[in-house]
């Protein structure tokens, strides 16, 4: 499956890029949320994406906000943030902005994969559901 990467550290970004390689996965890297926006919102962008929380300009959040607002029909997505911040509050607000998960830096492989794993699941029950309409 195909994985959008949008974080500002270069070596936040490698690792998450070498270790979900190392699963299988096609990686596709951005260092900013306007960039990963932009690339999300093509036709036939990543169904999966993990965006860091914090970023310069257009941060986790605001993405994931942007694309459940644009409501392109019948396209799989499931987002995840990845953050520093893990008081509740944050968390909460992360998931009513549309992430559909998160993962806390730094992340465990063990959890990212579990979360990676239900991503996939939902990504294909869409993908099946998006085929019966």
């Given at each position: 499956m195909q994985i959008l990467i949008a974080d500002d550290d270069a070596v936040s970004r490698r690792l998450l890029e070498a270790t979900?390689?190392?699963?299988?996965?096609?990686?596709v890297s951005?260092?900013?949320g306007h960039d990963a926006?932009?690339?999300?919102?093509?036709p036939g962008g990543a169904p999966m994406a993990i965006l860091d929380w914090m970023m310069p300009g257009l941060d986790g959040p605001s993405v994931c906000r942007r694309l459940r607002d644009a409501g392109v029909p019948n396209q799989p997505r499931y987002l995840v943030l990845l953050t520093s911040l893990a008081e509740r509050e944050k968390i909460v607000a992360g998931l009513g902005a549309g992430a559909d998960d998160y993962v806390t830096k730094p992340f465990h492989q063990g959890e990212l994969r579990a979360r990676v794993t239900?991503?996939?699941r939902v990504v294909a029950l869409q993908t099946a559901l998006?085929?019966?309409v």
């Open positions: 979900l390689q190392s699963w299988g996965h096609e990686v951005c260092a900013d926006l932009a690339r999300l919102s093509e239900v991503g996939e998006a085929g019966r």
